[in-house]
């Protein structure tokens, strides 16, 4: 279980040493990063140190911990108020307070708020995570080019493209497996199509090769390999441009004699 980066805020050294003691002796994994007697001070390390969750003294001078929220345009933290007076603990949850705790400290309701914590944690990070995924999936369908036949539209991933050749209104696509379709398209349509940010590269007035595949490359004659075994080519004028790529993003590939 990763641990639980906190914040303690309290105006009363006696009360901040007393929660640390409570949290230190848990058997959850919380790690007190910083130990704050105002709330001015609290802001600052908050934003220096990114807490998972501040547990936040509400009467302190100067500034109430409920203020806390004027010196945040959103608040990714959790919070846990800390109160003398439970009066304080509806305000704590109308401030999204994910709960409170009343002085002196009840160490089975601190337990419950712990393990609260860490549950919330946990399911922002599956939301996070499915996020992130599904993001991947939307990615990877993008990923994706539709080649227009007679009989209706192919989809093919951009992974399975080896290298495009031009020939006047046509093109030929050959694929990974070595197989080749042609299209009543010319060369200029699928480099409008491709993705800025794909691994595709306009290496001749002809050709459009997809450099993910490329196993190695002789600029002297033109040539580039392929992993498949297909060979593509490059003009002169192209290749300071190819090989400030080939040595920024493959720089494991071999130069041809």
Partial sequence: MDSIKAVIVDDEKDARDVLKTLIGISK??????????SLVEAVSKIKELNPDVVFLDIQMPK??????????????FEIVFV????KYALQAFELC??????????????????????????DKKIVKEY????NSMHDQFNRKLIIPEKTGNRILSLAEICCIQGSGSYSNIFLKNQKKITVSKQLLYFQDKLPNDSSFFRSQKSWIINLDMV??????????FFTNGLTAKIS???SEEFLEQIESEYPNLVKGI
Avoid at 28 to 37: D, K, Q, S
Avoid at 131 to 134: P, Y
């Fill in 28 to 37: 959850f994994p919380y790690h007190i990063v910083a130990e704050c007697g």
């Fill in 63 to 76: 500034y109430a911990g409920y203020e806390i929220t004027n010196f945040f345009d959103k608040i990714e």
């Fill in 83 to 86: 109160t003398a007076f439970d």
């Fill in 97 to 122: 307070a994910i709960d409170y705790l009343v002085k002196p400290i009840n160490r089975k309701r601190l337990h419950n708020v712990l393990e609260k914590i860490i549950a919330v944690k946990n």
């Fill in 131 to 134: 996020s992130i995924l599904k």
């Fill in 215 to 224: 196993e190695r490359f002789n600029l002297n004659k033109g040539d580039i």
């Fill in 236 to 238: 002169s004028s192209k």
